[in-house]
C-alpha cells in the first residue's frame, strides 16, 4: 500500500510538471506570435494589416488573432470585428473595472516596449467573464509611425515568466515613484493584481511593508516566519536578494482568501531605496 501511495504521488507530480511545461510553452508560443506580427510590420508596415484580418490563416484563426492600435490607443486592426476598427480603446476596462487600454499603452511606453497585462474578459460568445492573458508590444514601422501590437489566451496558468515580469515592473515603479508606488501595488485594479498572484514587499530586516493580499501583515516584523521543516523562508528572501540580487524561495503559504496552506514559489529581487535595501517578491502556487 505504501509503495502504491509513493507511485501515485510521482505520478501526479509528473503529470503537474509535464502540464507547466506545457502551459510555459504556450506562454512563450503567445509571445513569439505577437514578434512574428511585429516584424511583418517592421518590413510592410500598415500594408501587413491586411493579412492579420484573413480568417483561417496563422493570424487569425479559433479565438487567437492579432490587435493594433497606435500609442494614443487608436484601433487599427481588430479581426473579430472589424466595425471596431477606427475607436479609440485607450479607456476600456474588464469586468472588474481594471482600465486595460491604458495598462497596454503603459507596458508597451516602457522601457522594456513589451510585456503582459492579465484581466478579466468574456470568451467570444459567452456571457460570464474568464482570465485572459495578453502580450503587447510597441514595434515601429518604416513610416516611422508607432504602433503597439498585441494578442491574448484565455485561462492560461501563471507563469513563472509572468511573475518575473510583474516583479521587474514593480522594481522599476518604486525605482521611479519610491513608496508612492504601493498605492499602485495593492490596486486590484492594477496590472499587478491577477488570479492568485499579487506583490508583497519586505525590508532587509523582515518587515513587511506592503502586502496586496494580506494588509494585516503590514508593519509586521516577519523574519522568524518558517515552515513546518523549520525552513526560515522570510530569511531565505532576504539571503537570496542579498547575495544574488534575485531568485526564487519555495515555501508554504495561503493562496489569499484561504486558511490552509499550498506550496508556492515566489520570485525575489533587491531594490534600493534612499541607501537600504528593500525585497520585492511575487509569486505563483504550485498546486
Known sequence: MHNFIVRFLKFIVLISTVASVMHAKEAVALEQFVKSGAALIVEKGDKAFNAFRQKGTKWFHDDQYIFVWDMDGLRYVYPPDVK??????RDIKDVDEKP???LMIEVASSKAG?????????KPGELDPSWKSTYVMQVKSPSGKIFLI???AYDMPVQRSFIVDAVDSAVKLIERNGLKAFDTLRSKRSQYSYQDTYVFVIDENGVELMNAAFPKLEGRNVIDYKDAQGNYFVREFINVAKTKGRGWVDYPWPKPGDVEKSQKSAYVKKVMIDGKMIVVCAGLYLD
Open 100 to 102: 486595460i487600454g491604458k
Open 84 to 89: 471596431g476598427e477606427g475607436k479609440y480603446v
Open 150 to 152: 498585441g494578442s491574448g
Open 114 to 122: 513589451r510585456g503582459w497585462v492579465h484581466y478579466r474578459w468574456p
